[in-house]
């Protein structure tokens, strides 16, 4: 997914404050929007990243990763800007990636059949940025959650990002020592950010005359036969079918998708299928790699194009662009956007 310079692809999803335990008090979408400027502001907002661009355990995020440093030290995701407008009652945010394991950019002249590479300066890595506004107010609020618009960029994934985000909040909570009483009792908590994906045009369609019967795990991944039979190769296929209560509420289906998704990373099966049946007796199957958020996205989230700039985009910004932050805006305040 290449950064174009006159338009942008944006996921649309719905996101809500939230507290661990569950029982603990539950803050406002503001509020957390208030600690996540305060951790920028204090210049705290930086995570290596380990290899593979995955985010470390929390409590071990601050650690050096193992390797060479300077790749480690640009393997990284920040919060480049953030600014929160209490007048429109949105929060515009700007996050960062480095990521040394992309390669440099190249530049072709056909007419000359020649090939040119950018020189990298040291310190640097190939990066890319994603702009994300947020309402939270009531006039953003739906059913699942308060509206985002999330600007789609290279190695920042809606799952990492929301990581990403709830290691900042909760390393403020601890630092903060939030507590709050329990039979007398105080016990500390920590704020969190839940999301959901908004759900697209094509799996509502799908599910209107129709319900989903199950989700399936699937590995289908080839393995040796073993150190004397090196040249056999053998497919082998494990699936695990979980059978749904004939459900077309297409919001408690993105859910259990987005739970069956991590547990089959978490037990190495590399595809996922939705299985759905319709009164005419018609079938939908939509098949996707488990790893691919892309795939994932097309199925059951919305995502939709922006253009019409009135500049040429950058791939990667160090402070929140005006033009492309009030596209996005556009898109979280037009109801006909949130609306099937």
Not at 20 to 40: E, F, H, K, N
Not at 94 to 99: A, C, E, S, T, Y
Request: glycine share 6%.
């Amino acid at each position: 997914m290449v950064a174009l310079k006159h338009e942008r692809r944006v996921l649309l999803l719905t996101t809500q404050s939230g507290s661990y335990p569950p029982t603990a008090p539950i803050s406002s979408l503001r509020d957390v929007m208030g600690i996540l400027a305060r951790v920028y502001e204090q210049g705290n907002s930086r995570i290596r990243l380990s290899e593979g661009g995955t985010l470390p355990p929390y409590g071990r995020h601050r650690a050096l990763p193992e390797g060479d440093d300077a790749h480690a030290e640009t393997n990284a995701l920040y919060i480049a800007d953030i600014h929160i407008d209490d007048e429109q009652h949105v929060a515009k945010i700007l996050v960062n990636r480095g990521d040394p394991d992309e390669a440099d950019q190249a530049f072709i002249n056909s007419l000359e059949a020649d090939v040119q590479s950018a020189d990298r300066p040291d310190g640097y890595a190939p990066g890319h940025s994603a702009h994300m506004v947020i309402g939270f107010d009531d006039a953003h609020q739906t059913p699942h959650g308060h509206r985002m618009v999330l600007e789609k960029a290279v190695g920042i994934s809606r799952t990492l990002l929301f990581q990403f985000f709830n290691h900042l909040i909760r390393e403020a909570c601890e630092t903060d020592g939030l507590n709050y009483e329990v039979k007398g009792e105080d016990r500390p908590y920590r704020n969190m950010l839940k999301h959901n994906p908004y759900v697209g045009k094509s799996l509502a369609e799908d599910l209107e005359n129709g319900y989903v019967t199950s989700l399936e795990l699937i590995d289908t991944r080839s393995n040796f036969g073993g150190l004397d039979a090196v040249d056999n190769v053998k497919k082998i296929s494990r699936r695990v079918r979980m059978t749904v209560e004939r459900t077309n509420n297409e919001h408690i289906l993105a859910g259990l998708m987005n739970r069956l998704r991590e547990i089959g990373r978490a037990r190495d099966y590399d595809e996922m299928q939705v299985h759905i049946s319709t009164t005419r007796d018609e079938n939908a199957s939509p098949r996707f790699n488990i790893e691919m958020e892309e795939a994932a996205d097309m199925i059951y989230s919305r995502v939709e194009t922006v253009s019409n700039f009135g500049i040429e985009l950058e791939s990667a910004y160090s402070e929140l662009c005006d033009e492309l932050t009030g596209k996005l805006t556009e898109r979280l305040t037009d109801a006909d956007t949130w609306r099937r």
